[in-house]
Structures are given as C-alpha cells and as structure tokens.
C-alpha cells in the first residue's frame, strides 16, 4: 500500500528546459514533504521540503509546489543542468513520524 | 568532512549464514536509521536509534536487529538471511527524531545472498 506515489519511474528533459516531477499521496494526515536527490553509488541527499501550511517552496533553481486538495506535489528544476541528472525521491511524514519514501524517478538531462 | 560511512560496500552471504552490517558517523547526530531498498521500491525504515533508545518498526522482521554501542557506530545483524533480504542497506543520521531535521544518508551496503 504506497502512500507516496512517483508513476514516473524516468523522465527525459533537455538541458535548459523546465524538470517537472510529480508526487501523489494518499494520506491527508502528512504534513511535511521532502525531496531527496541520489547519483549512483551515493546516498540520498536532502534537496527541498515543504510544510503542508505553505503552497510553494522555493530554493534557487528548485522550487516545490503543494496541492492539498489533489494531494499532489511537484518539483520543478529551472533551468536543467547537466548535474541534474539524478533519481528524486518524493517523501512525506505526519508530524514527528517516520518519513515515508516514494520509489525514486529517475531524471536524464539530455546535451 | 563530516559523514556517514557504512561498510562493506557490497557483502555476498549464503542463505542462513548470519551477516552484520555496519554504519559510522562523525557527525554526532542523537539518531541513527536503517532502511531497506529493494530494486526499484521506495527506502523502508527497518528502525531507528534516539541515543541509546531502539524503536522498531512494527513490520520489520525478527530476523533483523541492529546494536548501538556508541553514539558513533549503529551496526545491521540479519540472523538469518532469506533471498528476499537481498537490497541495499542505507543508513541515515539526523540531529533529532524529527522530520523535518534533515536526514544524512551513508552510500549504502548492497547485500547479495546466495
């Protein structure tokens, strides 16, 4: 039973263009949504939250939008960088709960 | 640098054969975390350390146990491994056990079980 949803398991965007990546989740009790960016052979690194009080989050290139009545949230990448390309992680957690992970999408920034 | 270092990186073990793996910090974080990955499956908490204090997830196997004998070190035991414990082992880090406290992860140990 996934609470957090990536259906995008890749996604392909020209460097320069806009990265957008989605989330769902089923649990309105969360509060707190993260994203983790992971390179190969790394652990995940923190990237960019969001409080579920606030709508938009942003932090330089990287900027992420909540939707609660969708339950939905998207990261958005402006401009993609080569150094983008990486597998995001869509987490989210009610209060001090564990944080719940979705299963990653992979990013290709393509020359 | 400040980090999280686990190893080995990659441990092959026979099916049944007890396997323990291990995860350091020099960040002198209170919280410690084990997660398992599975190919293409989200990170699942296994459990977390709050100092000296254990907190198991309620659907994480008996087989598994973990030890804390320092703020330093959090190591993995699996007694006894099954083919489907085969996955990346990540530990994590966090100043407190709270979501919103970033959570520092080691590269991983990929377990392999024959």
């Known amino acids: 039973d996934q609470q957090v949803k990536q259906n995008s398991p890749s996604l392909s965007v020209q460097e320069g263009r806009i990265s957008i990546l989605n989330c769902d989740y089923t649990?309105?009790?969360?509060?707190?949504f993260l994203w983790y960016k992971k390179y190969p052979a790394e652990g995940p690194t923190f990237l960019i939250s969001?409080?579920?009080?606030?709508d938009k989050n942003e932090d330089g290139r990287f900027t992420v939008f909540l939707n609660k009545s969708a339950k939905h949230l998207s990261l958005h990448i402006v401009p993609s960088q080569p150094g983008d390309s990486a597998v995001y992680f869509c987490?989210?957690?009610?209060?001090?709960?564990?944080?719940?992970f979705g299963k990653g999408t992979r990013l290709h920034i393509l020359p | 640098d400040a980090m999280v270092i686990q190893n080995p990186r990659y441990q092959v073990t026979q099916f049944g054969k007890p396997v323990t793996l291990s995860c350091s910090q020099t960040?002198?974080?209170?919280?410690m975390y084990w997660y398992q990955q599975k190919s293409s499956q989200a990170p699942k908490l296994l459990f977390h350390y709050y100092d000296k204090d254990f907190n198991n997830e309620a659907d994480t196997p008996d087989n598994f146990q973990s030890r804390r004998p320092n703020t330093s070190f959090c190591f993995l035991d699996i007694r006894s491994p099954g083919l489907g414990d085969a996955a990346m082992y990540l530990c994590a880090t966090s100043r407190e056990a709270l979501s919103y406290n970033e959570q520092f992860f080691g590269p991983g140990t990929r377990l392999t079980v024959l």
């Open positions: 987490a989210a957690s009610v209060g001090d709960d564990k944080i719940i």
């Open positions: 960040l002198n974080h209170n919280v």
């Open positions: 649990n309105s009790m969360f509060d707190y």
């Open positions: 969001i409080s579920s009080i606030k």
